[in-house]
T-cell receptor, first 118, second 112 residues
C-alpha cells in the first residue's frame, strides 16, 4: 500500500509556543490530505481537509487561526498549532487520498504525532 | 448527520475463536465504507474499502462484508497478533473532498 509519513513522531512544547507537523505522501501524489486528532481511547475526529494549492476546509468547531494548514505541494501538507495550550495535547494524524475518481480511491494514514504541551 | 456505530466496543477472544465485528451506518448516500486496523500509538492501517451492498473482500484471516445498513468484519481463527482496534469509516455521497466519518472502534484482544 501507499506510504504516508509524519514528522515529528512526538513533540513536547511549552504553552504559548507554536509547533509545526509535516505530513508527506512518499510514493504517490496526494491532491487531498486530511488532518485528524485523536484523544486516548477515542476515535478519530476530522479537523480539516487540505487541498493542494487552495485553502483548507475546516470542520465545525475547529479554529482555523489556531490550526494553520498549508498544502504547498502534491506530497506535503503541514499543520501548525499556534499558541499551543495544554488542552491542545493530543495525537494528530494525517491521511492522504490516493489519485483516482471519488468512486474508487483509498485513504492512507500517517503514523501520527504525539503533541504534549506543558 | 451521518452516524457510524461500531459494536461491540471491546471483544476478548481466545486464539482460534472466530468472531464478527459490526459497523452500522446511516448516511444519505454511501460512497464507500472503509475498515482500518489501529495499534496503540500508531496511525490506522488500511484494510478494505467496500462500495456496494453485497460486496465482500478478504485479507488473510479478515473478511469484510457490506449490506445497505451495516458492514461486518469477520475474524477467522484469530491469532494474538490480530489484537488491535478496528475502525470503520464511511464516506457520504454528498461530501465534498471525500472526508470520512469514523465509528468509535472495536478493541479486540486475542489471548493465546
Amino acid at each position: 500500500g501507499a506510504v504516508v509519513s509524519q514528522h515529528p513522531s512526538w513533540v513536547i512544547c511549552k504553552s504559548g509556543t507554536s509547533v509545526k507537523i509535516e505530513c508527506r505522501s512518499l510514493d504517490f501524489q496526494a491532491t487531498t490530505m486530511f488532518w485528524y486528532r485523536q484523544f486516548p481511547k477515542q476515535s478519530l475526529m476530522l479537523m480539516a481537509t487540505s487541498n493542494e494549492g487552495s485553502k483548507a476546509t475546516y470542520e465545525q468547531g475547529v479554529e482555523k487561526d489556531k490550526f494553520l494548514i498549508n498544502h504547498a505541494s502534491l506530497t506535503l501538507s503541514t499543520l501548525t498549532v499556534t499558541s499551543a495550550h495544554p488542552e491542545d495535547s493530543s495525537f494528530y494524524i494525517c491521511s492522504a487520498r490516493t489519485p483516482g475518481t471519488s468512486a474508487s480511491y483509498e485513504q492512507y494514514f500517517g503514523p501520527g504525532t504525539r503533541l504534549t504541551v506543558t | 448527520e451521518d452516524q457510524v456505530t461500531q459494536s461491540p466496543e471491546a471483544l476478548r477472544l481466545q486464539e482460534g475463536e472466530s468472531s464478527s465485528l459490526n459497523c452500522s451506518y446511516t448516511v444519505s448516500g454511501l460512497r464507500g465504507l472503509f475498515w482500518y486496523r489501529q495499534d496503540p500509538g500508531k496511525g490506522p492501517e488500511f484494510l478494505f474499502t467496500l462500495y456496494s451492498a453485497g460486496e465482500e473482500k478478504e485479507k488473510e484471516r479478515l473478511k469484510a462484508t457490506l449490506t445497505k445498513k451495516e458492514s461486518f468484519l469477520h475474524i477467522t481463527a484469530p491469532k494474538p497478533e490480530d489484537s488491535a482496534t478496528y475502525l470503520c469509516a464511511v464516506q457520504e455521497g454528498k461530501a465534498a473532498g471525500n472526508k470520512l466519518t469514523f465509528g468509535g472502534g472495536t478493541r479486540v484482544l486475542v489471548k493465546p
